[in-house]
């Protein structure tokens, strides 16, 4: 999975852990015995995608950190093939943009 998707993810389930607890709030007035039990569960759930969305974003932090310090090492071992490199990947993305 890349940087750039478990990033969109988190935001989703983010954006899905936030309609959770608007409907928990939302069905507080409602005192009905199934009510209560489904608002309990979805506040179970809610905690549980918390957690987990916190997991997964320190988890996403860390790897960015290795990958930075992994090309940061590259860059200083190897600083001549590093210049070709962007040279390279600078020509090929001016042919592309040119040609729009």
């Known amino acids: 999975m890349t940087e750039a998707s ?7 389930l ?7 607890e608007a409907l928990i709030g939302a069905t ?20 549980k995608a918390q957690a987990g969305i916190e997991d997964l974003e320190s988890q996403l932090q860390e790897r960015t950190k290795i990958l930075v310090e992994d090309a940061t090492r590259y860059v200083r071992d ?7 490199i962007a040279a390279a990947v600078g020509v090929v993305l001016g042919v592309i943009l040119g040609r729009r």
């Open 6 to 12: 478990t990033q969109k993810l988190i935001d989703e």
């Open 14 to 20: 983010r954006a899905v852990v936030a309609d959770a």
């Open 78 to 84: 190897n600083p001549w093939q590093s210049v070709g």
């Open 28 to 47: 507080a007035g409602d005192l009905g015995e199934r009510a209560q039990a489904a608002r309990a569960q979805v506040a179970d759930s809610v905690a």
